[in-house]
């Protein structure tokens, strides 16, 4: 027993000091270049550091979350984005585990959304109908329900059929975020909106996107 306080100020010593020089060495470069607009799988290849390809996924994953690019609650039901930190566990066997601890939940006032109908004039013209949307509320307030990680679980042949029809940067992306097993909300960027524009047109894609500043709340289906 008197073996295990130490045993285990060690592990946590080497844990910070791995971290530590992970951040140094990648997590930097990595967050800068997701910034760029790089793929994970792009990402991978340009790291004069080895770093394990679901390290760069993590790295990736968490900056997205912190910078609201990815949210876990839907947008406008208060409470702002919730910030999280992921923060490794050891077991008596020394097993590592991963567990996400909330750091910030906001507070915003919930949004009373207006449901604006999907008519054959904007299914037509949708890429041009979401980016007039964005611009009128901005890419920060606009965003996307993603079910790409329970696809991917529940059908992973079917879903790989879905993005395989994707054009090959945009499959990259998708397949690069290691979406949680729920709904994620993305923000509606320029390659978010191609991403769901490409899907729907091609019958792949059943979603919600969401416009704070004008409380409007556009339905895929």
């Known amino acids: 027993m008197k073996q295990g306080k130490p045993e285990a100020q060690q592990k946590y010593f080497k844990k910070a ?7 140094v060495a990648s997590g930097g470069a990595i967050r800068h270049l997701a ?5 994970v799988q792009e990402i991978a290849k340009m790291l004069d550091f080895p770093t394990p390809f679901e390290r760069v996924q993590k790295t990736v994953w968490e900056h997205f979350l912190a910078q609201k690019i990815l949210r876990l609650e839907e947008p406008g039901k208060g409470g702002g984005q919730e910030k999280y930190q992921y923060v490794t566990d050891y077991d008596a066997f020394g097993r590592k585990s991963f567990r996400r601890v909330l750091l910030e939940s906001g507070g915003f006032e919930p949004v009373v959304w207006q449901e604006i109908l999907m008519d054959a004039g904007k299914k037509a013209r949708l890429s041009d109908y979401l980016a007039e949307k964005c611009e009128e509320n901005g890419q920060d307030f606009s965003y996307v329900s993603c079910d790409f990680g329970l696809q ?3 059908e ?3 879903f790989a059929g879905r993005v395989q029809k994707l054009p090959l940067p945009l499959q990259e992306y998708v397949l690069g975020i290691p979406w949680e097993r729920r709904l994620v909300y993305h923000r509606l960027d320029n390659r978010m909106r191609e991403i769901v524009t490409d899907l729907y047109r091609g019958g792949e894609y059943q979603g919600i996107c969401y416009f704070i500043k004008t409380g409007e709340k556009l339905r895929l289906e």
């Open 17 to 23: 000091l791995s971290d530590f020089t992970f951040d």
């Open 152 to 154: 991917s679980r529940r």
């Open 35 to 39: 910034d760029r607009g790089y793929t």
């Open 156 to 158: 992973p042949e079917a």
